[in-house]
């Protein structure tokens, strides 16, 4: 099984999912299962990264990296999912935006690509930081308006 999903040791509303070796495409539903799982058992906000250390398996992407993007799209409690990936191209990069804004919009602007997991941590709290929690029942992550 060339794939992790588990909270952060030190955030729990932070939820990673890790992929690695030769990863198959029912091990990438089986991996996005999971962390839809994880995620919707947190209360309130919560924000997922994604730590690619593999390519995409063989094949047509798109129908899967679609299903994966609706599945997110349904969280009512995720904020961000952010894909540290320093290979990933511009294909890949293209296709996701694609998919977000025109097939997907609730979840368009809240799927960033990064570099390295520093940034991925960076990017999750600038977004905490300035936004409203994504579920009304969270006041923690709530920033008082001017």
């Given at each position: 099984m060339p794939y992790a999903v588990k909270r952060d040791e030190t955030d729990s509303?932070?939820?990673w999912m890790h992929f690695w070796g030769n990863l198959t495409w029912q091990e990438y539903r089986a991996a996005f299962a999971a962390l839809v799982a994880e995620v919707r058992a947190i209360p309130g906000r919560a924000d997922a990264i994604l730590?690619?250390?593999?390519?995409v398996p063989e094949g047509n992407a798109i129908p899967y990296f679609r299903q994966a993007l609706r599945q997110l799209a349904e969280l009512d409690n995720l904020g961000?999912?952010?894909?540290?990936?320093?290979?990933?191209?511009?294909?890949?990069?293209?296709?996701?935006?694609?998919?977000?804004?025109?097939?997907?919009?609730r979840i368009a602007g809240r799927v960033p690509f990064v570099t390295t997991r520093d940034d991925a941590r960076h990017v999750i709290a600038v977004d905490r930081a300035r936004t409203r929690p994504v579920s009304p029942a969270d006041?923690?992550?709530k920033t008082p308006q001017p």
């Open positions: 509303s932070l939820v730590f690619a250390e593999t390519s961000l999912f952010v894909s540290v990936n320093p290979t990933a191209g511009l294909v890949a990069r293209a296709m996701v935006t694609a998919l977000t804004r025109l097939d997907i919009p006041q923690s992550l």
